[in-house]
């Protein structure tokens, strides 16, 4: 089984609402994050590859559109996006398509799997999720 990262960088703006008063957080503010998408899966033989990088970055893509440069607070699910939270909601979205054709081979069977997302505020602090 070998294991491929893809790894996207997004710019957001949020403010964490359930901080106590006076808490930084509570304020409007900006991360630069760094997200990494991490897949497993077999080697096809007859390509050398898993899956080709850019059908990773094309599954995120939608999820991406959603987040970069965008306020995290006005995003349907993201009223409270802590890190922790952000992190389970791009899971979410990513899920969904990691689960269309582009991923099945000729036999209906499944190439990659998603199997873990890491979401970096910056150098030192970063969440991991594994899905639900």
């Not at 998408?37 to 033989?45: C, L, M, R, Y």
């Not at 890190?83 to 791009?90: A, D, M």
């Amino acid at each position: 089984m070998h294991k491929l990262v893809q790894i996207v960088r997004f710019e957001s703006a949020r403010k964490l609402p359930k901080v106590p008063e006076g808490h930084p957080c509570g304020n409007v503010y900006g991360l630069a994050f760094k997200l990494e998408v991490h897949v497993e899966g077999k080697v096809d033989p007859e390509t050398g590859f898993v899956i080709d990088f850019g059908h990773i970055e094309s599954a995120i893509k939608p999820t991406y559109d959603l987040i970069d440069h965008n306020y995290l607070n006005d995003i349907k699910g993201l009223e409270n996006p802590t890190s922790e939270v952000l992190v389970e909601w791009i899971w979410n979205n990513l899920y969904r398509h990691f689960n269309n054709e582009w991923n099945f081979d000729k036999n209906q069977n499944k190439i990659c799997n998603l199997v873990k997302l890491v979401l970096w505020e910056n150098e030192v602090s970063r969440v991991e999720f594994k899905g639900n």
